[in-house]
């Protein structure tokens, strides 16, 4: 069945899908107004893709990757796509040279050249660095919508899990995403698109963006801190302490990681943080850095990537004091992910510094030791109440020495269960810790603090053994 109009199509679809067997069908768009394609919207004509090629070039070369190769993605039209679905049922008889081959695949061919002389990028099906370009025209969308929700009203039907996938407009009504026009494309049959104003004409270009994205990098390590007032994040300061730009482990660690890679974003994941008075010493403790969008990661190619890590923990060693790096690794994603894992079985070994408002005796700084592993239960200190929730949380203290310093002073090293609040364990706060080191040594008149706090072990094999060998070997 063909319609009394003509199919308008440009010159490009005209030969690939139309053929001999449509020519009595179509009528054949302007160049310079090849938009009109009922079709291809434009996009796969000559100089359409010229116009996108040159923006692509000068987009990179505004903000150039180090990369060799890409992967493209294209985001059609869903009203291209819907056309392409009508125009093959309601014209059999389109013969032309390509008319077989699925129009994105047409549409990727297209480009893949013209982008590889543009980007000087090899355009490949496996790359760390992928350019999406979407095409966009809302001619059609209104009444295509129309046309779906009257020839299937079940995909359109309001529910729960819609809206929280935002798939519905400000009216309520569920918006033409693709994948629910995937769902209806192949219902589409010749009666149906029978129905369809097939020969209406687009009224101008398709608008197009770009979004270059290169695979996150991950570089995992272990830190120290050797300052009392620094804290892991700058939004894990204290809220008493001022915020200054540059002045936390994750900033001071990530800074030069940024700058060397040419990262958009970074995220610094530590397993578990000690407060900002707190020192982290021995080891460290295991963190792992992505690196969002990075510019250059030629320096991280197997052959100069121990060097350029060793680059690096110089580079981050040597901007502070406070803050010291070591076993940095490049991870796969998947072994990154593991840092979040099992975070309640690690053990920690602390030193605490302790001061006591009353003389302690050397026998009941012992005595308090006798119990091996101690159990205790702790509720949400207060201090923390603000941001976490009211639990009573049981945690192991595996092991307690204590060594005397002088009458009121005395150290107390200990290896507790991961998430064990020390600081209330030391003074009980207020009661909410049970036992406290306070209730150990029977301190019932007077006061227990600790007056410096080090974190000197956290039990992790980090970064894993096998990532370490692997470059260890290519050294
Ligand atoms: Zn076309």
């Known amino acids: 069945m063909t319609s009394a109009a003509p199919l308008p199509l440009c010159s490009v679809c005209a030969r690939q899908s139309a053929g001999e067997g449509g020519k009595d069908s179509i009528r054949v768009a302007a160049e310079e107004a090849s938009f009109e394609c009922a079709l291809c919207f434009g996009i796969l004509h000559p100089s359409f893709i010229d116009e996108v090629s040159k923006a ?18 294209l985001n059609l039209p869903t009203s291209q796509t819907l056309r392409e679905q009508i125009i093959k049922k309601r014209f059999p008889s389109f013969n ?18 013209k982008l590889q002389q543009a980007s000087g990028l090899r355009p490949t099906l496996m790359s760390d660095l992928q350019l999406t370009i979407t095409f966009e025209n809302d001619d059609f969308l209104e009444t295509d ?4 929700r009257r020839a299937f009203p079940h995909e359109f039907r309001s529910g729960k899990k819609r809206r929280q996938n935002g798939e519905e407009n400000g009216n309520g009504e569920p918006e033409l995403t693709k994948n629910r026009l995937q769902n209806m494309l192949g219902r589409v049959d010749e009666k149906l698109a029978s129905t369809f104003p097939v020969e209406k004409a687009p009224s101008r270009p398709c608008k197009f963006s770009f979004a270059f994205e290169r695979d996150p990098v991950y570089i995992a390590g272990r830190y120290c801190k050797y300052s009392r007032s620094l804290p892991q994040s700058p ?6 302490t001022p915020l200054i730009p540059g002045h936390s482990v994750s900033e001071k660690v990530t800074g030069p990681m940024a700058k060397l890679l040419g990262s958009t974003e970074t995220r610094f994941v530590a397993s578990g943080r000690e407060d900002i008075d707190v020192r982290m010493l021995g080891e460290g403790r295991p963190f792992v850095v992505h690196l969002i969008n990075c510019r250059n990661t030629q320096t991280l190619r197997p052959d100069r990537r121990v060097e350029t890590l060793s680059a690096l923990r110089e ?13 940095l690794a490049l991870l796969s994603r998947e072994v990154a992910e593991q840092l979040s894992m099992g975070q309640e079985d690690k053990k920690k070994l602390y030193t605490a510094y302790c001061y006591s408002t009353l003389p302690i005796d050397n026998a009941v700084l012992k005595a308090a030791t006798r119990t091996q592993p101690l159990e205790i239960i702790q509720k949400t200190p207060v201090r923390v109440m603000k941001r976490r929730a009211l639990l009573d949380r049981p945690r192991s203290i595996y092991t307690l020495e204590t060594m005397p310093v002088d009458e009121h002073h005395f150290l107390v090293r200990m290896e507790t269960q991961a998430g064990t609040y020390i600081k209330e364990f030391v003074h009980g706060d207020f009661g909410r810790t049970r036992p ?3 209730d ?4 019932e008149k007077g006061e227990v603090d600790i007056v410096e706090l ?11 053994v096998d990532t370490r060998k692997k470059d260890e070997k290519k050294k």
């Open 235 to 240: 939004w894990s300061a204290e809220e008493d």
């Open 145 to 148: 919508t129309e046309f779906l």
């Open 315 to 327: 580079a981050i060693n040597k901007s502070s004091v406070d803050v010291a790096v070591s076993e």
């Open 96 to 113: 032309g040279i390509l008319a077989d081959i699925p129009f994105k695949v047409r549409n990727i061919n297209a480009y893949l050249n």
């Open 440 to 443: 150990l040594i029977g301190c």
């Open 56 to 73: 692509a070039e000068a987009h990179l070369a505004s903000c150039p990757y180090d990369a060799t190769s890409f992967i493209l993605a």
């Open 454 to 464: 080090d974190v000197e072990r956290v039990d992790l094999v980090w970064p894993p």
């Open 436 to 438: 406290s080191l306070a």
